[in-house]
């Protein structure tokens, strides 16, 4: 496995020393006017730059990053913070290590500072996303968000955000009839919260049960720097978080070999997987799985699931990510070797006359007769059926494992129990 790192824009190893005011001093190199237009393109321009040093250094920590321009004789300094370190053993799963710093400035003023400094005209940043311009651009960011709607309280998770609003993921509840909403952004790193009132600008329901909304702030012009600071911060920390995260694909690398090496090198991390519109999560610490969610799912249900996802993208921190309301702590190696089980088992079945929006009639003089050879998920299965679920929601519902679902069901069916509903 050779999960790639984005890449730093210096190139050796960044000098580290302890400075005067609680600052520790990092250092890197550029050769040439073309290289230090690349960092300023994947790092600088985003309010954040990776240094490549074999010291770990806790978030949160000062620092002072001196650029060296050797091509031109040109230093100067930038203050920031800690965001997230690679530890140095992670290099040989691919990465180098090093840490990555969110700079104090926000990127607009960074730019400008950078520009004086160096005496260097910056190439323009192209648009985000040229097929759709907005009025504001939307930025990356991931935070915890709280909604509270005609009284009820529910967690969401942000996926971008503008000076105008943002887009979150939530679990699928009515909103047809919600206009105002009071929503509380939480910053993942120093926890501060800000709070305003936003309406639903669109939604849309996935089909892992997880609702997708666009949200518009309002707010008065008195707060526009505030939130546009808060903003600032939100998209620089989101985007040197990034910068120390190890990716690849699990098309190259099976997910149990992909946890098996995070696991042996680093005693705690947060995997991130993603597969279309679904998004998948694996949190450990020391050789247990804190929790593990796709979807609405979670616990070993969920894990189960990922391991059948052989074409998605992952993501790897060697950090905690916490997330409220989420629990059932699993022992990481019997976990994994049960999923790969599971995964196996399932593999040997014939699903190519299932569907997941299929619904199924019941005969129920067939029923009848075969009900005392029925176990408890044979009969679950039969008054799911009964009721209408499709098979999607009872794959999602039974907490047995997907390969007993559909071994049940081919029962059911061969015995004349239950048939495919036609359209």
């Known amino acids: 496995m050779v999960p790639k790192r984005h890449e730093s824009g210096g190139e050796g190893p960044g000098e580290l020393r302890q400075a005067s005011e609680g600052f520790v001093d990092l250092s890197v190199n550029y050769l040439t006017a073309e290289e230090f237009q690349q960092a300023f393109a994947r790092e600088l321009f985003g309010g954040a730059v990776f240094v490549p040093t074999v010291n770990r250094l806790p978030a949160g920590q000062p620092v002072r990053v001196t650029f060296a321009l050797l091509f031109c004789e040109t230093r100067f300094e930038l203050d920031g913070e800690v965001v997230a370190s690679?530890?140095?053993?992670?290099?040989?799963?691919?990465?180098?290590?090093?840490?990555?710093?969110?700079?104090?400035?926000?990127?607009?003023?960074?730019?400008?500072?950078?520009?004086?400094?160096?005496?260097?005209?910056?190439?323009?940043?192209?648009?985000?996303?040229?097929?759709?311009?907005?009025?504001?651009?939307?930025?990356?960011?991931?935070?915890?968000?709280?909604?509270?709607?005609?009284?009820?309280?529910?967690?969401?998770?942000?996926?971008?955000?503008?000076y105008n609003g943002m887009l979150v993921m939530l679990p699928s509840v009515d909103l047809d009839d919600v206009e105002d909403i009071r929503v509380a952004i939480e910053h993942p790193g120093t926890g501060r919260r800000i709070q305003l009132k936003s309406r639903i600008a669109n939604q849309t329901r996935c089909d892992d049960g997880v609702m997708v909304v666009g949200l518009q702030f309002a707010y008065d012009f008195d707060r526009a720097d505030e939130v546009a600071r808060f903003v600032d911060e939100l998209s620089s920390f989101h985007h040197a978080r990034a910068l120390a995260t190890v990716s690849g694909s699990l098309a190259e690398t099976p997910l149990e070999s992909v946890l098996e090496t995070f696991a042996g090198i680093s005693n705690s991390g947060t995997l991130r997987l993603v597969r279309g519109d679904e998004r998948g999560k694996i949190v450990y610490q020391e050789g247990e799985i804190l929790y593990v969610t796709i979807g609405l799912l979670s616990g070993t249900k969920a894990l189960d699931r990922l391991f059948t996802w052989d074409d998605a993208q992952f993501e790897f921190r060697p950090e905690v990510e916490p997330m409220d309301g989420v629990s059932g702590r699993l022992p990481l190696a019997p976990a994994v070797l049960s999923a790969v089980v599971a995964r196996d088992e399932l593999a040997h079945l014939d699903l190519s006359g299932f569907d997941a929006d299929a619904t199924f009639a019941v005969d129920a003089d067939r029923l009848e007769a075969v009900d005392s050879t029925l176990d408890d998920v044979g009969r679950e299965i039969a008054e799911n059926a009964r009721l209408g679920f499709p098979l999607g929601a009872m794959l999602d519902m039974l907490s047995c494992s997907d390969a007993r679902i559909y071994k049940t069901i081919t029962e059911l069916v061969e015995a004349g129990v239950l048939t495919i509903a036609k359209d």
């Open 86 to 162: 690679l530890p140095a053993p992670i290099a040989t799963a691919g990465a180098a290590p090093g840490v990555s710093v969110q700079f104090r400035e926000p990127p607009a003023e960074l730019r400008d500072h950078i520009e004086r400094a160096s005496g260097i005209q910056l190439g323009e940043m192209p648009p985000l996303n040229a097929d759709f311009p907005r009025a504001e651009p939307r930025y990356p960011a991931r935070a915890p968000v709280l909604l509270g709607i005609d009284g009820r309280a529910i967690s969401a998770e942000m996926a971008d955000v503008s």
